[in-house]
């Protein structure tokens, strides 16, 4: 049998520079329930973000010529775009406003900057490094607590062709991101071919329903439960794929080539 227990609670709402690691240690003492060996802790990228001081009052961007050209594209903010730039390694005009960038290999909407959760005039970014932002926590819990525990530290995404958020990690410390199945045999004996697991990108969306996305104020949350995938040490796994070798990358560009069928139905 396996248990699989979420526990969190909430938090005061945070809209400027913080001590991250005196608010987690409030959050344990305030469920009550201390971290163990094998438990994870999964935290709000945008919580991470701004206990940095990753964010900006709007006000103050002042948009390149760059900037004004990608917002002109698709009706977005200068100022947006502007940051958008900034803060990744490449950038395609959508729909509404919107920019899918591409930041530290992972396809987000914006690069991941959003006007909700921060107080109004301002924008919050992702933590320069999440990845580090995760081993610190992870060695502060260490050091305070005694606890082997793994961090994945999360935001919100949308998948292609589907309505509403799910989970991904964008950061993490001490877990297995990606278990390969390749090589293994389904429940008929066949062997995996191309199946790797997301482990740490299915450990945020378990933690999303209670996270929330609006008022909750939830933004720690402890896993426990899945110590199998728990490691005391790092692993350096890059989680993203080249866009050659996407697939929904791969059907698009077919779609937009006329590369679909029935060729009645599509037409």
Do not use: C
Not at 86 to 111: D, H, K, T, Y
Not at 153 to 170: E, F, L, N, Q, V
């Amino acid at each position: 049998m396996i248990k699989v227990e979420l526990i969190s609670d909430r938090m005061r709402r945070e809209s400027r520079k913080f001590n991250i690691y005196n608010r987690i240690e409030k959050f344990f003492d305030k469920i009550k329930v201390f971290p163990e060996n094998g438990d994870i802790i999964i935290v709000s990228g945008k919580y991470v973000a701004i206990s940095e001081g990753r964010y900006y009052r709007l006000d103050g961007v002042v948009p390149t010529e760059e900037a004004y050209e990608l917002a002109k594209a698709n009706g977005g903010d200068p100022r947006i775009a502007e940051l958008v730039l900034r803060e990744s390694e490449a950038v395609m005009p959508s729909f509404a406003g919107i920019f899918m960038a591409s930041i530290n290999g992972i396809l987000q909407p914006n690069a991941g900057i959003d006007k909700s959760n921060i107080k109004e005039g301002y924008v919050v970014l992702y933590p320069e490094n999440p990845d580090a932002s995760a081993r610190k926590i992870r060695l502060f819990i260490l050091d305070s607590y005694g606890a082997k525990v793994g961090v994945v530290i999360t935001d919100s995404r949308i998948y292609p062709t589907r309505k509403g958020t799910t989970g991904i990690a964008i950061g993490y410390s001490g877990i297995l991101p990606i278990v390969d199945e390749r090589g293994s045999e389904d429940l008929f004996g066949k062997k995996l071919k191309v199946t790797k697991r997301a482990i740490a990108d299915q450990i945020a969306t378990m933690a999303q329903p209670i996270m929330g996305e609006s008022n909750e104020s939830r933004p720690l949350v402890l896993l426990r439960g899945l110590s199998s995938y728990v490691i005391n040490r790092d692993i350096d796994v890059n989680l993203s794929v080249n866009y050659e070798e996407d697939i929904y990358f791969a059907a698009i560009k077919n779609y937009i080539e006329g590369k679909v069928y029935p060729r009645e139905k599509a037409e």
